[in-house]
């Protein structure tokens, strides 16, 4: 099965008598370990894309599989269970806990096991980000791309099978910026698939597909044979 799979989605937002149409028959696939980035001009669907493939909201109309589960019809606990087996959510904001270190931001999603295995567990998830030698630092000691890298080791530690970013560079400055999309490149690399939302055409070059959105539909799917090149 394919990781994702969008089959002629569709979704409307009532907004007082009026009905918003922020997706339209949108058809997707994309397979395991695949590395895809959406783009599109603001108000072109993204935030609502994210929603739905983040299994945070389900589509109006059409189907919905996420690694062969259909997500489309379920209920929001159906739908957070799913989300917490399976998808690993970045934001622009790094939603750090503030007098928390590095390693205790991490390991909050892990729910089970003895202590010392999720401490482990989450020491491997900075060890993959590249931050080991940071746990103990609290976030207002880490760099803003730091904090950004302790997001994503919080968002691997349960092992999800998809990492979904959205916007994960907003806050960066042009170098943090560059690292962080690299990194997302590693992690796909590594196997896991990846779906980078994003305005930064510099940034939508390092996945290894880019889908364009405007007014709700997809207007450009295309590989990126760069992306192959720059790593
Ligand atoms: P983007 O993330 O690309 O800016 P959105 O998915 O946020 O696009 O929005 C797509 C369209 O749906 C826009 O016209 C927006 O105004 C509308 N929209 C998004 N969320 C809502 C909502 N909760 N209620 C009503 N309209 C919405
Ligand atoms: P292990 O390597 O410990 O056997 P798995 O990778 O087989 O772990 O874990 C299966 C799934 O269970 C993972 O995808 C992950 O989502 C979830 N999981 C494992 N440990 C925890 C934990 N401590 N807290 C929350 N979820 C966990």
Same mark, same amino acid.
Request: net charge negative.
């Given at each position: 099965? +394919?990781?994702?799979?969008?089959?002629?989605?569709?979704?409307?937002?009532?907004?007082?008598? !009026?009905?918003?149409?922020?997706?339209?028959? #949108?058809?997707?696939?994309?397979?395991?370990?695949?590395?895809? !980035?959406?783009?599109?001009?603001?108000?072109?669907?993204? %935030?609502?894309?994210?929603? #739905?493939?983040?299994?945070?909201?389900? +589509?109006?109309?059409?189907?919905?599989?996420?690694?062969?589960?259909?997500?489309?019809?379920?209920?929001?606990?159906?739908? @957070? !269970?799913?989300? *917490?087996?399976?998808?690993?959510?970045?934001?622009?904001?790094?939603?750090?806990?503030?007098?928390t270190t590095a390693l205790d931001n991490v390991e909050l999603p892990l729910?089970?096991?003895?202590h010392?295995?999720r401490r482990?567990r989450a020491l491997?998830a900075l060890?993959?980000? /590249?931050? @080991?030698?940071?746990?103990?630092?609290?976030?207002?000691?880490?760099?803003?791309?730091?904090?950004?890298?302790?997001?994503?080791a919080r !968002?691997?530690v349960?092992?999800?099978?998809?990492?979904?970013?959205?916007? +994960?560079?907003? *806050?960066?400055?042009?170098?943090?910026?560059?690292?962080?999309?690299?990194?997302?490149?590693?992690?796909?690399?590594?196997?896991?698939?990846?779906?980078? #939302?994003?305005?930064?055409?510099?940034?939508?070059?390092? @996945?290894?597909?880019?889908?364009?959105?405007?007014? /709700?539909?997809?207007?450009?799917?295309?590989?990126?044979?760069? @992306?192959?090149? %720059?790593?």
């Amino acid at each position: 099965d +394919p990781m994702i799979k969008l089959e002629g989605v569709g979704k409307s937002y009532r907004a007082g008598e !009026a009905e918003v149409r922020a997706l339209h028959g #949108i058809e997707l696939t994309v397979d395991e370990g695949d590395f895809v !980035a959406i783009m599109g001009p603001s108000g072109s669907g993204k %935030s609502t894309m994210m929603n #739905i493939l983040g299994c945070l909201d389900v +589509p109006t109309e059409g189907r919905y599989l996420l690694d062969g589960i259909d997500v489309s019809g379920m209920s929001d606990d159906e739908l @957070a !269970a799913i989300r *917490n087996r399976k998808i690993g959510l970045v934001f622009q904001s790094y939603n750090l806990l503030p007098r928390t270190t590095a390693l205790d931001n991490v390991e909050l999603p892990l729910v089970y096991g003895n202590h010392r295995a999720r401490r482990s567990r989450a020491l491997r998830a900075l060890e993959e980000v /590249g931050l @080991a030698d940071r746990a103990t630092h609290l976030p207002n000691q880490l760099s803003g791309g730091q904090q950004q890298r302790v997001a994503i080791a919080r !968002a691997l530690v349960t092992r999800p099978t998809m990492l979904l970013a959205d916007e +994960p560079t907003g *806050n960066l400055d042009t170098g943090a910026s560059h690292e962080i999309a690299e990194m997302l490149g590693r992690l796909s690399d590594a196997g896991r698939t990846v779906v980078l #939302i994003t305005h930064e055409e510099e940034i939508a070059a390092y @996945a290894r597909r880019v889908v364009r959105l405007r007014d /709700g539909r997809i207007v450009s799917d295309d590989r990126t044979d760069f @992306a192959d090149v %720059s790593r």
